[in-house]
């Protein structure tokens, strides 16, 4: 693009040489735009994902003096409480804001700012990333676009906003990182970039575990295509393992200590360490014939899955570690873990596109890379946004990836196709052209197909009745009627309201989403679905003191598909056995509730 000067003003060298300034000036503006667009919801702490209502919990008991290394939930499955996977990175941020907040606003009002807030936080690291990356690849001033694509990736921003306290957000902080590294021309910094982005994604969580894997592959592959890539593989191989190392000296909570397959364990850890190690050894070799280095690399590789597969055979089943029954019951029925064709077109079109419009992006811009060095990196962008795209086929939970991994590609479309358009005689083909390739290349025009086109039936009255009360029986005015009407007490409730209802009352609760909680995750559901004298005895094991039920939510669909004359059933026809003692709820509370008697 050529360089474009207003009253004196040149802008081209004005978004090279202070594209940092700009890109948080544009963060600020965002953040502002969603803050003031969600502050009713932030107002009402309307934490709708179950994940988020337990990070805040988190980061409560942290505050309230709970040990560091204790990442249990004492408010459910009590009276030992709930084993929690993750680790208390993310926590620092919230807890850092409502220390921030708290002696100007109280307590109360400073949970509400830091869980509004804390999403901006590694959505600011996302855009640097992204924008930096862009820079190396394209041309220093192309960064905006970064920007404008990410902005339409609706799957990955999602995990930005106000009220999205949860890690994920944070590991994409790390992949948009590793994407930074992965195209650093400076070989050593890019190395320890990959690395330590890698090994914090680790220390929060294993769910991008597989692009983790798929970055150490792409630095060691470069490897082997070019020798003197072999200061970013050794700067690569230290990072990832010291930073590993650190992460779980400093995070890792006391129970993931046990040889455990779903955490940065001491399992995952070893593995960390001897890749690292193999990588650096592996460097100091660094024999100048290409069949020798891949040989080499085909062997480092070989050692770590052998020794994974003899050392930690059980690991090669789901990391989660649960039984079959959970699995059936419960975790195979969780959406985001279900493959990308087996959703709506509605949800999966959008989420999709963007992925492969990166990769025929990252595909053309390899083709007409001017350098070797350019077309390395552009193969490897390529390789990692055809790797996520493949992802989607195993899960859709790794749209938001895949679509973060797309934008450097959209965004070599967009510098290279615009400026074509802008570029004509005609101000028609100027004007509709430029912005019909951008939204083509943006992948903007998917949400214009699912509005526009009858791709998708409306939602049933059925639907509509569950989804109304998910949203009631979360919200905080129906909460505090529980507050307001029982002393703090154990209630019996679904599992997915466990953790809301910790948040929001006083009160304690069984089971959360947790597949570490399996017994207490059976134990509703056989209360609910097995005979009424079952479930008094399993309510029974857990103190519980009260039975809550919330009629229509999606889980209560659940119980009474699975067995329609099971317990939940009898109560949603009305048979309720006598030891079931009705308290009566204000008009128009979203719930039923009864004290458990014992003594009949």
């Known amino acids: 693009m050529s360089s474009r000067?207003?009253?004196g003003f040149d802008l081209e060298r004005e978004l090279r040489t202070h594209w940092v300034r700009w890109t948080l000036l544009a963060w600020a503006v965002i953040g502002g735009w969603y803050l003031w667009q969600r502050w009713g919801l932030v107002n009402a702490l309307a934490l709708s994902d179950t994940d988020d209502n337990m990070r805040l919990m988190q980061v409560r008991g942290l505050l309230a003096g709970q040990d560091w290394y204790d990442l249990r939930q004492y408010r459910l499955s009590p009276p030992g409480g709930l084993d929690i996977h993750w680790s208390r990175l993310v926590d620092l941020p919230i807890a850092t804001l409502i220390l921030l907040f708290q002696p100007f606003t109280g307590t109360a009002m400073a949970e509400r700012l830091a869980v509004g807030i804390a999403p901006l936080f590694p959505l600011a690291v996302t855009m640097l990333a992204m924008g930096a990356a862009v820079r190396r690849l394209i041309a220093p001033a192309a960064w905006p676009l970064s920007i404008l694509i990410l902005l339409g990736c609706t799957a990955t921003m999602a995990q930005f906003v106000p009220l999205r306290i949860d890690h994920?957000?944070?590991?994409?902080?790390?992949l948009a990182l590793a994407v930074m590294g992965i195209a650093d021309t400076q070989r050593m910094r890019?190395?320890?970039?990959?690395?330590?982005a890698s090994a914090g994604s680790l220390t929060i969580g294993l769910e991008l575990l597989p692009f983790c894997a798929m970055a150490g592959a792409i630095v060691a592959l470069r490897w082997v295509w070019d020798r003197d890539e072999v200061s970013r593989m050794r700067a690569y191989g230290?990072?990832?393992?010291?930073?590993?190392?650190?992460?779980?000296?400093?995070?890792?909570?006391?129970a993931n200590y046990a040889m455990r397959c779903d955490a940065l364990t001491p399992v995952w850890l070893s593995v960390m360490v001897v890749a690292g190690a193999l990588l650096f050894g592996l460097s100091l070799l660094n024999p100048a014939n290409r069949l020798a280095r891949l040989g080499l690399a085909v062997v480092a590789g070989g050692i770590v899955a052998g020794g994974f597969a003899g050392l930690f055979p059980n690991c090669l089943q789901r990391p989660e570690g649960v039984s079959d029954e959970l699995a059936t019951t419960w975790l195979n029925n969780v959406r985001e873990a279900r493959p990308i064709y087996k959703h709506s077109f509605t949800m999966a079109f959008p989420m999709a596109v963007l992925p492969v419009i990166g990769i025929i992006g990252a595909g053309f811009a390899a083709w007409r890379a001017k350098t070797a060095d350019q077309l390395v990196a552009w193969v490897a962008i390529g390789l990692f946004t055809a790797f996520a795209g493949a992802m989607l086929l195993w899960q859709?939970?790794?749209?938001?990836?895949?679509?973060?991994?797309?934008?450097?590609?959209?965004?070599?479309?967009?510098w290279t196709i615009v400026p074509w358009f802008l570029g004509q005689r005609w101000m028609l083909?100027?004007?509709?052209?430029?912005?019909?390739?951008?939204?083509?290349?943006?992948?903007?025009?998917?949400?214009?197909?699912?509005?526009?086109?009858?791709?998708?039936?409306?939602?049933?009255?059925?639907?509509?009745?569950v989804s109304k009360a998910n949203s009631r029986c979360a919200s905080a005015p129906a909460m505090r009627t529980l507050d307001r009407t029982l002393p703090p007490s154990t209630l019996f409730t679904h599992v997915d309201l466990g953790p809301r209802l910790i948040v929001m009352t006083r009160h304690k609760g069984i089971a959360g989403p947790y597949h570490r909680n399996e017994r207490a995750i059976l134990d509703v559901h056989h209360a609910f679905t097995g005979k009424p004298e079952a479930f008094r005895g399993i309510a029974k094991r857990y103190g519980a003191q009260y039975l809550l039920v919330c009629p229509n939510m999606a889980e209560t669909t659940v119980y009474r598909a699975r067995e329609k004359d099971g317990f939940y059933g009898q109560l949603?026809?009305?048979k309720v056995p006598q030891w079931l003692e009705p308290v009566t709820l204000p008009k128009g509370a979203p719930y039923r509730l009864w004290r458990i008697r014992y003594d009949r």
Do not use: E, I
Not at 429 to 452: D, I, N, P, Q, T
């Open 572 to 574: 949603a026809k009305g």
């Open 5 to 7: 000067r207003f009253a």
């Open 190 to 196: 890019g190395g320890l970039t990959v690395g330590l």
């Open 396 to 414: 859709v939970r790794a749209g938001p990836a895949a679509q973060l991994l797309a934008v450097p590609g959209a965004s070599w479309l967009a």
């Open 168 to 174: 994920h957000g944070w590991q994409l902080a790390f």
């Open 238 to 254: 230290l990072s990832l393992a010291g930073g590993s190392s650190a992460g779980f000296a400093l995070f890792a909570s006391n």
């Open 429 to 465: 083909v100027r004007v509709l052209g430029s912005v019909a390739a951008f939204l083509l290349v943006s992948g903007l025009f998917a949400g214009f197909v699912v509005k526009y086109l009858p791709v998708s039936a409306p939602p049933t009255k059925y639907r509509a009745t």
